[in-house]
């Protein structure tokens, strides 16, 4: 069975602390791997797409990098703005299924000042 | 990144009643749509996946006659919740992708309570 499953749940950080959130997957087939932010209330911000394994992707202080059982999403020097809901999606194939995602539960990040 | 309004963002409604959430990619040719229900500390869980001009594909477990769901243009895409109950109150957010991208842009979300 696709399994998405990120850790930890939960993350505080003080500002400027940089850390990592965790996504292992195990699937059929990856076709990508998708990390999103949600806000409280919000539907989820598309952040990176990642295909293959070595991959890695940049955007202002977050760095997704990807291997064959594990996508991480590293977080340098993170602001209180920072705070939010990361999750990390899978698509497993293009085919019967649509190419719909299979979402993990996300990890919650708290950035204090 | 493409643009995906969905409407309302919370809405309250009388157990029995019927609620329509409506979902329109503003910039990009929507060929697939797809409907999630979130609930607290839970990751999102599709309900249904529709096609433009097709009928909707449903997840094991969604009752197709509760959640009614018509994809009647490329930009537009509704999702019904028929003789609502309090224990269809939840998060649902729609997301859209066009035949060339492989991202899935998403709705802000409607916030529904059934009372």
């Known amino acids: 069975e696709d399994q998405v499953t990120q850790s930890p749940e939960a993350l505080r950080l003080q500002e400027g602390e940089s850390s990592s959130l965790n996504c292992s997957y195990t699937?059929?087939?990856?076709?990508?791997l998708f990390w999103y932010r949600q806000d409280p209330g919000k539907g989820p911000e598309f952040l990176f797409t990642?295909?293959?394994a070595g991959e890695e992707k940049e955007k202002e202080r977050l760095k997704a990098t990807l291997t064959k059982k594990e996508s991480f999403l590293h977080i340098t020097a993170p602001k209180p703005e920072d705070s939010a809901t990361y999750l990390c999606?899978?698509?497993?194939?293009?085919?019967?299924?649509?190419?719909?995602?299979?979402f993990g539960k996300g990890t919650k990040l708290s950035v204090k000042p | 990144g493409a643009v995906v309004s969905q409407h309302p963002s919370r809405v309250i409604c009388k157990s029995g009643t019927s609620v329509k959430i409506e979902c329109r990619s503003l910039?990009?040719?929507?060929?697939?749509m797809f409907w999630y229900r979130q609930f607290p500390k839970q990751s999102l869980m599709l309900m249904a996946t529709?096609?433009?001009?097709?009928?909707?594909?449903?997840e094991q477990g969604v009752e197709k006659d509760k959640f009614l769901i018509n994809h009647a243009s490329l930009t537009l895409s509704t999702l019904t919740v028929t003789s609502a109950h309090p224990e269809d109150s939840s998060f649902y957010i729609c997301?859209?992708?066009?035949?060339?991208?492989?991202?899935?842009?998403f709705g802000q979300g409607t916030r529904l309570t059934v009372v």
């Open positions: 997301s859209a992708r066009d035949r060339l991208n492989t991202e899935a842009f």
């Open positions: 699937v059929s087939g990856l076709r990508g």
């Open positions: 990642l295909y293959s």
């Open positions: 999606a899978v698509r497993t194939n293009y085919g019967g299924s649509q190419g719909n995602l299979i």
């Open positions: 910039d990009f040719q929507a060929t697939t």
């Open positions: 529709s096609n433009e001009g097709s009928k909707a594909t449903y």
